[in-house]
Nanobody, 117 residues
Framework: QVHLVESGGGLVQPGGSLRLFCAAS????????MGWYRQAPGKQRELVAR???????NYADSVRGRFTISRDNAKKMVYLQMNSLKPEDTAVYYC???????????WGQGTQVIVSS
């Protein structure tokens, strides 16, 4: 059974940084395209960043230059380094395996990020 467990969220002031963690199990991780998604209150879930098995990355326009996605295949981990955080980055963040630019696995519980002074 596949498990995706997100962690690392919290409360941070505008301009601050957070690093999110996603631990994957029960799947062939090294060949998977992995993505970070977020859902803000009252909004649809959106793709924030994705990383292919070869390390190619893509970012939403709203986070490009501020967020960095990375992965460690040996540890089956995906990371999201978030810098220069803004209040509009407030959301629950989720990771998922992506197939054909569509989230493939069941969603985990996510990790809450709140950017506020």
């Amino acid at each position: 059974q596949v498990h995706l467990v997100e962690s690392g969220g919290g409360l941070v002031q505008p301009g601050g940084s957070l690093r999110l963690f996603c631990a994957a199990s029960g799947m062939i991780f090294s060949s998977a395209v992995m993505g970070w998604y977020r859902q803000a209150p009252g909004k649809q879930r959106e793709l924030v960043a994705r990383i292919t098995s070869g390390g190619t990355t893509n970012y939403a326009d709203s986070v490009r230059g501020r967020f960095t996605i990375s992965r460690d295949n040996a540890k089956k981990m995906v990371y999201l380094q978030m810098n220069s955080l803004k209040p509009e980055d407030t959301a629950v963040y989720y990771c998922n395996e992506e197939r054909g630019w569509v989230p493939f696995r069941s969603w985990g519980q996510g990790t809450q990020v709140i950017v506020s002074s």
